[in-house]
């Protein structure tokens, strides 16, 4: 099968753009053709004084993107078209180029910036959804993207305009999430619900099951405030005796964390970033995870290693975590921003040693029939397969069925 694969590279590349990378090597890796199209926002450094403002409302469409993936649409004859981040160089304008040539798309979502400027619904450090309750220019009062009002009603106007347009109804025949927590949230948003299928991330290589631990807890992550480390440090002052803590990531919040831990009686070590030979064998020693976010996580890679390595995981109930960490069964849930119930959490799993081990077993279960890189190629297969059945006679309609009947044998019962 012949690919088109479309993203934008960050100045700091991230966890999206890792995700584009490792699914284009596992594509590659089984055989498919992939011809990739990506922008990189550091062609913005060579960019002229008027390039450079009119960026702030070309993010809505790029005449240059558009064309050369129109050229490039016209030249290979790619069977499916697969996007992921377009902001700001690639924009939406790629989905004409595509739709025109009737190739079909599909579009990963790995955040919420179809909704929320920012992309993350976190303000000031807390869930923050005014965008979607009232409209996107509360993101413009409040200048979200970038801390800039001026740069957040660029965003704000590439994704209203394209919303009058109908870009997201009609020019994307599927739509890819990682947790059906974050399909919900675009459902409400005004998604199409039978054009997003649940499509769980994976994690590759498979690192093993772990053999024993030393009673440490470890956090991984970066080192902000909506990911609740406040109520961490909080919860380790709660405890007569404390296992040790590990804090691996960087961030505003690491000099903090840093004064904190030398406070701490040597229970808590800030380590920065490691490799991730590091992580992974501090990983398999360390007896649970604990994850304290107080924001919609998307799907975080954490958990798949954790669960992968049979390490049980301590983590908020909230947004897709409470979904991807099954309380009693992978893991044990606390309430959000609750330091006393994040503490009896931590009671628990350092109490109840042969109960934590059965959590991090079942873990390591769910990592098995969920989350292994051949599961995950199997879905993505279904779900070209099932947009290109569908374009082949240009019916719309018949591509639609067939992400429907995909998202079908995927949904998973609630917990």
Not at 51 to 67: C, F, I, K, M, V
Not at 261 to 281: C, D, H, N, P, Y
Request: net charge neutral.
């Amino acid at each position: 099968m012949k690919i088109l694969y479309i993203y934008n590279l960050y100045q700091q590349p991230g966890g999206e753009n890792q995700w584009a990378e490792r699914e284009l090597e596992l594509l590659r890796a089984r055989g498919h053709e992939v011809v990739v199209y990506k922008r990189d926002n550091n062609e913005i450094s060579q960019f002229s004084l008027s390039q450079r403002g009119s960026l702030l409302w070309s993010t809505a469409w790029s005449e240059h993107s558009y064309l050369e993936v129109r050229e490039l649409v016209r030249s290979e004859r790619p069977c499916v078209a697969h996007v992921h981040n377009t902001l700001p160089l690639v924009t939406p304008s790629v989905y004409y180029a595509c739709s025109e040539e009737s190739v079909p798309v599909v579009q990963t979502l790995h955040n919420y910036r179809l909704l929320c400027p920012a992309a993350t619904f976190v303000r000031d450090g807390h869930v923050c959804e005014e965008c979607v309750e009232h409209s996107l220019g509360r993101s413009v009062r409040h200048g979200c993207y970038r801390n800039s009002r001026v740069q957040s009603a660029a965003v704000a106007w590439m994704l209203y305009s394209h919303r009058q347009r109908g870009t997201w109804q009609e020019c994307i025949d599927a739509y890819l999430v990682p947790t059906e927590f974050m399909r919900q949230k675009f459902i409400e948003g005004g998604l199409r619900a039978e054009r997003i299928v649940v499509t769980p991330n994976f994690h590759d290589p498979d690192p093993g099951l772990r053999e024993a631990s030393d009673g440490s807890a470890l956090y991984m992550g970066r080192l902000v405030t909506e990911k609740g480390l406040h109520v961490l440090v909080a919860a380790w002052k709660r405890l007569e005796n404390p296992p040790r803590l590990g804090i691996i990531g960087d961030g505003p919040l690491r000099e903090e964390l840093e004064r904190a831990a030398r406070l701490s009686r040597g229970r808590i070590e800030v380590l920065g970033q490691r490799s991730r030979t590091e992580v992974i064998a501090r990983l398999k020693k360390a007896a649970f995870l604990v994850l304290p976010s107080e924001w919609y996580e998307g799907s975080p890679q954490v958990v798949l290693e954790a669960y992968a390595c049979g390490v049980p995981i301590l983590a908020s109930r909230i947004g897709a975590l409470a979904e991807m960490v099954r309380d009693g069964v992978t893991g044990l849930l606390f309430e959000p921003g609750q330091s006393a119930d994040l503490a009896a959490g931590v009671r628990w799993m350092t109490a109840h040693e042969d109960g934590a081990r059965r959590l991090g077993k079942n873990g390591r279960k769910a990592y098995e029939t969920q989350y292994t890189a051949e599961r995950y190629y199997e879905r993505l297969m279904s779900i070209y397969q099932a947009v290109i059945a569908g374009k082949t006679g240009h019916h719309a309609r018949a591509a639609h069925e067939g992400v429907k009947q995909v998202q079908a044998r995927e949904e998973q019962p609630a917990r």
